[in-house]
């Protein structure tokens, strides 16, 4: 745990304040993530309509719902992937809708993809690297002049190599990651997001395609961020099982709106819960 | 069973070294073995070409852009250096600068709508570009003499102290092919630099996922324009170092087909490598000159340039590239290589500086001490680990 407080920095850290006005309805804990009144358009198609959810410091929150939910659709506004119609984003006091998707692995907001979206043309080690562009130092003018690139390419590739080996896949490190089976890239993808340090940690359906083994490494390894890292996280899943065991707070979207939320027993012999996955039982 | 060699050992970095003074003695030597001024400028046409095909490598292998604007780079470097040597008396050399910066911004400039556009459409932008290159040439006569070209009365020249003796019959064309190759090394370093840097993985890394790139901390638009305003100035330089090799201008020497025989060329050569360059440049040239003459002298083709016989010829090239060794002439030796000597990555030494522990995660014993290898291609390792 020593080496952990020691090295456990980011660059940029924006400094502590107070949760952001009018985020109601959180029992405990400080708010680092607040998304209030979130409307998404495509063209016709309404994806998002008045969503709001929070994650607490130190919480790992679910956002669960059927298909074509909008969970995805949330990740992504928060992402800065897509460009809201209406809504605010907070993260720790900064207002997200300000910034660019490029700005908040800075920030220290990491994710991953729901269609793996590594770049195969990459070695394992070189897809964490680029995750950990952020913590780079060498610019446009450095570059060509091969200023500071030998050092800064040691210290990222020693970063990657630790994120590795927190998902315990360093002996893939070299290889391409073409050829990998689908757990592995899952956790390679993992180590892209976490090679960064991230406060927030946001994983959209990291189970599925995983077999039941390494599912349940998997619910391991995100308690042990949440309680031994301290990160918050933010699930999209649709593995039930996964959700109601680690979740601290469930947010259940449904057709792009809020259905409800609450602590995982809370919520989780609600009929609207059942209706929305199974429709309506007329 | 291929040789293996860890990477940054001893045996490693004599290797290097070996194959670096090896290179050097070639490219010192290779010029004295040839007999004749065309021969050495044929060498000298390799060197200049292969800076503007790494060019296109950086631009379309790496960052996956695509450009048929090149000719009008390696003419806007042409021109500059022809235009500041023959009416401004500058020495050749001090005009690559120029011809970079001019380069680097034009480059930037088209890059702009490749934010917006891809595929089929920046294609047609920059195909506008090549084609209206020719004509503002011809528009802005006073500068480039128009369709009459434009030449410096003399060429470059050695200084007193150089080691080649000038006053042989081939002795001018190797300084200029020294001269030229000292500045495409260069530029080679410079390339090499860039693609090793964070720069080099985000350009890969956009051209594959840009979504995820752009969720990484990738400036995508940033490096986007970097990666035109690179290639462009690459362009630039083997414009100016073509104009050493012969100092003439002219609006027909870098038309849209110039920028068409170098695409040939990259795939050719192989674009997933910056040594890909190499054999491009070679195939270009070869296409370029032997080809087209042994065309002309055809019979029944007396007369005609050959062109549209170099034309089916590169088609065919191209085709049996594209089927028989898809990733380039590099890409195929490189495979080749890989029989014979395989690098492995050592287990990079301070990593555990970042240790980040989540104490359910076993730490495997097998990177005790750090000096154990995790090797590339292994794949016993392959496999999912598992854990306890
Ligand atoms: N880029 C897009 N263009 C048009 N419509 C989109 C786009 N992205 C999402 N949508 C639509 O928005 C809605 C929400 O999609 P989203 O991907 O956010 O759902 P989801 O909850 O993540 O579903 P799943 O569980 O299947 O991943 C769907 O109706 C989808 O068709
Ligand atoms: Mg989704």
């Not at chain 1, 057709?255 to 939320?261: A, C, K, M, Q, V």
């Not at chain 2, 290179?23 to 040839?34: F, N, S, T, Y």
Request: with cysteine; glycine share 12%.
């Amino acid at each position: 745990m020593s080496g952990i407080k020691r090295s456990f920095t980011l660059k940029t850290r924006p400094p502590d304040t107070d949760p952001a006005p009018g985020t109601a309805g959180s029992p405990s804990g400080e708010t680092l993530l607040t998304v209030r009144g979130l409307t998404v358009r495509f063209g016709g198609v309404t994806a998002l309509e008045d969503v709001s959810l929070q994650v607490r410091s130190g919480e790992i929150c679910a956002l669960i719902g059927p298909n074509g939910a909008g969970k995805t659709t949330a990740f992504n506004s928060v992402s800065r992937l897509v460009q809201p119609v209406a809504g605010a984003i907070a993260f720790d006091g900064a207002d997200l809708l300000r910034a660019r998707a490029g700005d908040l692995a800075a920030l220290g907001i990491a994710r991953t993809f729901q269609n793996l979206a590594l770049w195969p043309g990459l070695t394992v080690i070189e897809n964490v690297m680029v995750g950990a562009h952020s913590l780079g130092r060498t610019g446009f003018l450095g570059a060509p002049f091969g200023w500071g690139v030998r050092s800064e390419h040691r210290e990222l590739t020693e970063r990657a190599y630790a994120a590795l080996a927190v998902l315990a896949i360093q002996d893939v490190a070299f290889q391409p990651c073409q050829g990998l089976p689908f757990g592995t890239l899952r956790r390679v993808e993992l180590a892209r997001a976490l090679v960064t340090r991230p406060r927030l940690l946001m994983l959209d359906e990291p189970a599925a395609g995983l077999t039941q083994g390494d599912v349940r490494d998997l619910g391991t390894l995100l308690r042990a961020l949440r309680d031994e890292l301290g990160l918050s996280l933010l699930l999209v899943e649709h593995h039930m099982q996964l959700v109601m065991d680690i979740a601290d707070y469930v947010v259940v979207l449904d057709s792009g709106r809020n259905l409800l939320s609450g602590r995982p027993d809370e919520i989780r012999d609600d009929p609207r819960l059942v209706e929305a996955y199974l429709g309506s039982p007329r | 069973m291929p040789l293996r060699i860890e990477r940054g050992s001893r045996r490693h970095r004599l290797l290097r070294l070996a194959l670096a003074g090896g290179a050097a003695v070639l490219l010192l030597g290779l010029p004295h073995l040839l007999g004749t001024v065309s021969q050495v400028d044929t060498l000298s046409q390799i060197a200049a070409y292969s800076v503007a095909i790494l060019g296109l490598i950086i631009l379309m292998g790496y960052c996956g852009q695509i450009s048929l604007a090149h000719s009008a780079f390696i003419g806007l470097g042409g021109y500059t250096t022809v235009i500041l040597v023959a009416d401004h008396d500058w020495p050749y050399l001090a005009t690559i600068p120029v011809s970079i910066v001019i380069c680097l911004a034009v480059g930037a400039l088209i890059g702009i709508p490749a934010l917006r556009i891809r595929g089929l459409y920046l294609a047609a932008v920059t195909l506008a570009v090549a084609a209206l290159f020719p004509a503002l040439v011809i528009r802005f006569e006073e500068l480039t003499g128009g369709t009459s070209g434009k030449f410096a009365r003399e060429a470059m020249q050695a200084p007193e102290w150089f080691f080649v003796n000038p006053y042989t019959r081939v002795g001018p064309s190797i300084v200029r092919f020294y001269v030229i190759a000292a500045v495409a090394v260069l530029v080679f370093l410079v390339a090499r630099s860039i693609l090793r840097s964070r720069i080099g993985r985000s350009m890969v890394a956009l051209r594959e996922a840009p979504l995820s790139a752009a969720a990484s901390g990738v400036q995508v638009a940033r490096v986007k324009i970097f990666a035109f305003a690179i290639s462009g100035a690459f362009g630039g330089v083997a414009g100016s170092l073509l104009a050493i090799q012969l100092p003439q201008a002219s609006d027909t020497r870098y038309t849209l087909d110039l920028s068409i025989f170098l695409l040939v060329a990259l795939v050719a050569g192989g674009s997933g490598t910056m040594l890909g360059a190499i054999p491009g440049a070679i195939i270009f040239v070869t296409l370029r000159t032997f080809v087209s003459d042994w065309a002309a002298a055809l019979p029944g083709f007396q007369g005609s340039d050959g062109g549209q016989i170099v034309g089916i010829i590169s088609c065919l090239l191209l085709l049996a590239i594209v089927f028989l060794m898809p990733t380039g002439v590099a890409g195929g030796l490189q495979k080749a290589g890989r029989r014979l000597v395989q690098f492995t990555d050592p287990v990079p030494a301070g990593w555990r500086r970042f240790q980040l522990s989540a104490s359910s995660q076993p730490t495997p014993s097998a990177d005790a001490g750090g000096s154990q290898t995790a090797s590339s291609p292994q794949p016993e390792n392959s496999g999912a680990p598992t854990k306890g």
